[in-house]
């Protein structure tokens, strides 16, 4: 009875669900508001066109000036205050336009007056000639100059950008002891300049496009033709082709548009702020996604492994690398399970524990109030309150909450006897650990709450259900196609796994991304044996 | 469309199955009591009951912050009388505060009288039940288990952990130092062996008590018959394999000498005699140091060395005669020279193992003891008093 009762309400809730899906499909996608016009003969006409195109916007300028001997020419020039270098348009344009003398003196011929304007007025290297007054305004929102000329149904477009912006410097996100210090900017001509620095390969295939429909923002696909594969690239195309949407404000818009499972807890896109990192990355086959306006790199496909590998692993020794990325695992086991152990151990498993350990554990757990599970659940929710309050406060404040933190959250609940000192130890063993592996530690602390939950339901055999529903959810998973778990799989390479091999033992690039140019290694003799003679190096790598 | 009802429905019953299935064996530690240790004795007043008395650790909240005086024990003794292990624990469980848990429990202390009585029937339960373990201790209390186990004590506070931390320690000398449930049982399980378990007594007073194993209780069946003394005990570890790190002390007519025994290693030999009786023969290596030394005056490196040798051979060989002897005087076969025999001549044991008894008492042992004294400690003669300094 009362199942039949919950199928009929689910089977409710799913139609509407539906209903309002398909209400969304109805509502017509914005219209587009340009409609195609023409650039007229009359430059007034064509200069409150603009202006009204551009809903009459304040900082957009209009310089009108008059060229040609004896000034019979008149002309102006649009551009948006800000967004322009002003010492361009003197020196490129304005200053060219008033020396000029144009050759024939006859009554201006539209074509060749623009065309003399073009080849012996200005100095500039990028200038176009248009006819529609759309592209006249997108010139203007992306700073560049447009030019009118009395008499003329053309207009000439002149690159004239010129904004302020951030300097390469070092970024906050992925620190490093050794390794390049510069890091992407918002810029995004700087940060495809950066990657190309660092590949000078001919084979870096760099694509623009723009997304947005009222953001107009510029996103950039980068990778090597000849390495990546072509099922991947043709996936991330045609995703972010159908993209249709507002705006694109940073590189989070796009990656969960994209994503295989944008509802997943695990990344299946990576994002780096770092272009050595990009560079690594787009070596191995992946395509790198740079939006305008961040710092922030998408690399696409990202796979589990790529959470514990980071740069530094290939810029120190090989067993020190090694190590700590065996300790990233560690650190990641820890940090989902370690809470649930302690958690079946106090509620199930009394037997396991060391007398002399289960006497001192005992003895905390004396005169506490509440559940070790509760008590476990408080102290991981207040340490993701002190984490996010951390994160968020303005830096001097930031100092006040970590003491607070500190101080209220670890002596005082363990003196006042709300908490057990074990609970302290295990979330704070637990909380530095999640750091170990930064790109996960967003899954991690969903994950762990779960296993405490499942702890605390049945013990080990909980957690053992959890691990393995965990692996098996981890198995299913792909990003763009690519199993995530790949990486781990015997049948492919493992030099760069569970530890990092030396650099001379990798002579293929990941088998599971790249595709067509494989290796990356010449013929080499490692490092461990002396050179015998150099022979026939370098086969295109 | 059906499909997705079934799959999100199964999907909802997936958490009823962990809440309602769940609990059950959930227990806070704070609604636990840790027992470690349980002593068995004799009613006064019938023969039926056994009084029951359960050592718990007790537990104590740090939250109040400063240590607690020496005032109070650290455990708490649980007592009941009943017929059965088992019905006194629920009988404990059911007027207790909190539920027993009983996987720490380090030691099951007999009362000497209980132990004489007669064990099989009260101790089922620690082979039954899923929460006793095998690897606990077994010990007989001089006197009454509760004594020992309430006793106040110096060192650790909770005699179960005393014992155990004891025993630990006494296991590094030698693996037969092992005496818990696990042996007494298959001993008690074979057909000729003699069970064994360290007789433990409470020493000092008041609250400055300690703990003492004196000697060995010995069993045949399930009755407690005799024991060892606390030297015999020694003698008896030495003859049942190899031990580590001892001392013997050695009487000679020209001075007396404590060794270190490095090392020992103890083979045994059977053989079937033509008059039907068994010899077995203990071959005994032993490294040993000198460790103290007085007297042997006039003896110089090697003749003393060889001198030290032999004594302490003779000593080695004369405890351990002396010790078989005990044990055939008890006619307890606490060496398992049955089972020896079982595995090496399973034919003769056939006939042998119906009067064993008559067999174990006419066997003849023969030890041979081979000491390798290889240093002499820090010094090489004993410390003489006087004589020293003169040629200075």
Redesign the interface.
Known sequence: MIFKFISRKIKFLLHAAKQKESDVEKEEPEKKEITKDSVKKQLSSNVSNLKKRLSNSSDLKIHYFRTGKDGCYTGALAFIDGLVSNTLITESILRPLTVWEAQSEQEPDEEKLMDGVIEQALCSGEIEKILELPQAVAGCLSGDTVLFMEGCASALVISTKGWDKRSVSEPQSETVVRGPREGFTENLRTNTSLIRRKIKSGKLHVENMKIGRKTQTDICLMYLEDVVSSDVIRTVKSRMKQLDVDAILESGYIEEYIEDAPLSPFPTVGYTEKPDVAAGKILEGRIAIIVDGTPFVLTAPMLFVESFQTTEDYYTRTIYASLMRVTRFIGYLITIFAPGIYISLSDFHQEIIPTTLLFTIANAREGTPFPVFVETLIMVFAFEIIREAGIRLPRPVGQAISIVGALVMGDAAVSAGLVGAPVVIVVAITAVSAFLVPSQSDSVSMLRVAMMALASFTGWYGLAMGSLAILLYLGSLTSFGVPYFDGFSWNHNLQDSLVRMPLWTMVKRPKYIAEGNITRIGKIDPPLRPHKKEEGEDEDL | ?KK??KI??LL?CFPFL??L???W??????T?F?V?GIGLDKSEENNEDMNIALQI?K?????G?SEESGASSATIIMETKAKTMLEGLNELNRNSSRTM?L??N?VLILGEDLAKEGIESRIDWFLRSQ?ARLEVLIMVAEGEAKEVLSAQLQQDQISG?YI?RMMQDLSRISDNYEFRMFDFMSRLRDETSSPMAPIISVTGEDDKKGLKIDGLAVFKNDKMIGQLTADEMISYIWSMGSVKRCNITSEHEKGSAVFNIEKLNTKRKMEIKSDGNLKVVFEVDANVEIGELSGFDGLQGQELAATLSQVAEDSIQQRMQDTFKKAQSLNADIYEFGVSMKRRHPDEWEKMKENWDEVFSHIELDIQVKVKLPTTGKIVEPLEIGEGNDEN
């Open positions: 469309m997705l009802v999100v429905l909802g962990l809440l299935s769940g609990c064996d959930n227990h806070e530690l704070d636990l840790i470690t650790g537990p104590h909240s740090e939250s912050g848990l996987p720490h380090q929460e952990m155990s």
